[in-house]
Nanobody, 115 residues
Framework: VQLVESGGGLVQPGGSLRLSCTAS????????MRWYRQAPGKERELVAL????????HYADSVKGRFTISRDNVKNTVYLLMNSLKPEDTAVYYC?????????WGQGTQVTVSS
């Protein structure tokens, strides 16, 4: 299983970013996918989840209405579109899949929201 995130960076408050996570070495379309984040000194938290077919999504209350998770099962990629970013969204964002009963993580991508 391999998960590779991209798309992080520095953005001003109110701005937008789109994160991507490209998966390989497993049947991507069979599995739910998740985005987590971890801010300095805090525990890793679930941000968003999407079902294997993309017809069901779930969001943390803190990002509901601002973030959108989506997936492309042809490109084996899951996305996180983040709008109206706030300084408290600053964190390392990780892609996750539970495959064959074990959790797998990407290397993470840093998102910094600051003026």
């Amino acid at each position: 299983v391999q998960l590779v995130e991209s798309g992080g960076g520095l953005v001003q408050p109110g701005g937008s970013l789109r994160l991507s996570c490209t998966a390989s070495k497993f049947t991507f379309s069979d599995y739910h996918m998740r985005w987590y984040r971890q801010a300095p000194g805090k525990e890793r938290e679930l941000v968003a989840l999407i079902s294997s077919t993309g017809d069901m999504t779930h969001y943390a209350d803190s990002v509901k209405g601002r973030f959108t998770i989506s997936r492309d099962n042809v490109k084996n990629t899951v996305y996180l579109l983040m709008n109206s970013l706030k300084p408290e969204d600053t964190a390392v964002y990780y892609c996750n899949a539970d495959v064959w009963g074990s959790p797998y993580w990407g290397q993470g991508t840093q998102v910094t929201v600051s003026s």
